[in-house]
Antibody
Framework: QVQLQESGPGPVKPSDTLSLTCGVS?????????WGWIRQPPGKGLEWIAY???????FYNPSLKSRVTMSVDTSRNQFSLKLTSVTAVDTAVYYC??????????????WGQGTLVTVSS | QSALTQPPSVSGSSGQSVTISCTGT?????????VSWYQQPPGTAPKLMIY???NRPSGVPDRFSGSKSGNTASLTISGLQAEDEADYYC??????????FGGGTKLTVL
């Protein structure tokens, strides 16, 4: 059974960089899947952030592209997110995920439990 | 990319059917069958309910069905049950090889 677990340093100050890591168990990250991040501000909807393939190929949400970087560590079976210059609007529950894409489908089949990141001074 | 458009809320009585719409553009929903639906009860992570417009993952009741016409996808839940009460989100693949979500719909079972 695939399991994903987010981890991060906790509260982040405005203008700092938010860094999160997602550990994957029960499945090799070096598989035909995309590994990504979605966030959800308190009381609001889901926002897709980005995903990465194990080769390092990435795609980012255009609205966040200038501030987001994803990386993958196949030796540790984990992937990471960095979001720079954060403000209060970046406060959200951040979910890591596995996305399965093929010629006919593209869907998120596994989600982490989510981690609340609060941006506050 | 703009979020897909969903109604903020829908409601239905137990046993009835409801349909949630998801409207995009020719750059996402209209061009791909890569549309999926997710159920999110309060305080939990989303769960995949429908993928590739109308396919159900193993374990999802056949009361859940999906369809698409043009730029609009739809999720229909028949035989509503109290446990179906949750937020529902659609998602689509886009021309930019990214994903985009709808704004979400709160389903209330009366």
């Amino acid at each position: 059974q695939v399991q994903l677990q987010e981890s991060g340093p906790g509260p982040v100050k405005p203008s700092d960089t938010l860094s999160l890591t997602c550990g994957v168990s029960g499945h090799s990250i070096s598989s035909n899947n995309w590994w990504g991040w979605i966030r959800q501000p308190p009381g609001k909807g889901l926002e897709w952030i980005a995903y990465i393939y194990y080769t390092g190929s990435t795609f980012y949400n255009p609205s966040l592209k200038s501030r987001v970087t994803m990386s993958v560590d196949t030796s540790r079976n984990q992937f990471s997110l960095k979001l720079t210059s954060v403000t209060a609007v970046d406060t959200a529950v951040y979910y890591c995920s596995r996305t399965h894409c093929s010629s006919s489908s593209c869907y998120i089949d596994y989600w982490g439990q989510g981690t609340l990141v609060t941006v506050s001074s | 990319q703009s979020a897909l458009t969903q109604p903020p809320s829908v409601s239905g009585s137990s046993g009835q059917s409801v349909t949630i719409s998801c409207t995009g553009t020719s750059s996402d929903v209209g061009s791909y069958n890569r549309v999926s639906w997710y159920q999110q009860p309060p305080g939990t992570a989303p769960k995949l309910m429908i993928y590739e417009v109308s396919n159900r993952p193993s374990g999802v009741p056949d009361r859940f069905s999906g369809s698409k016409s043009g730029n609009t996808a739809s999720l229909t839940i028949s035989g509503l049950q109290a446990e179906d009460e949750a937020d529902y989100y659609c998602s689509s693949y886009t021309d930019s090889s990214t994903l985009v979500f709808g704004g979400g719909t709160k389903l209330t079972v009366l």
